[in-house]
């Protein structure tokens, strides 16, 4: 089980995809989050920035309810 905390994107994307590159990762995470309108919109009401560097706890729990977890 995955603590809900602060993670840094590359962290957090690798956890989705092992078998790809940080930059490869975090697309496709950046991908997932875009293609869900409703996670999309309650992460940008918690402060989600796309060029951010870190997932707030906040911002976790809501990827780990609309994604699940990793």
Same mark, same amino acid.
């Given at each position: 089980m ?10 957090l !994307?690798l956890? $989705?995809? &092992? ?5 490869s990762?975090s697309?496709?995470?950046?991908r997932?989050?875009?293609n869900?309108?409703e996670l999309?919109?309650?992460?940008? !009401?918690?402060? $989600?920035? &796309?060029?951010?560097?870190h997932?707030?706890a906040?911002q976790?729990?809501?990827?780990f309810?609309?994604l699940?977890?990793?």
């Amino acid at each position: 089980m995955w603590p809900v905390q602060q993670y840094d994107k590359f962290s957090l !994307a690798l956890a $989705y995809f &092992p078998t790809s590159t940080n930059d490869s990762a975090s697309r496709h995470l950046r991908r997932w989050i875009a293609n869900n309108s409703e996670l999309k919109a309650k992460l940008v !009401a918690e402060g $989600y920035q &796309p060029a951010q560097h870190h997932f707030t706890a906040r911002q976790t729990a809501l990827i780990f309810e609309y994604l699940g977890e990793p």
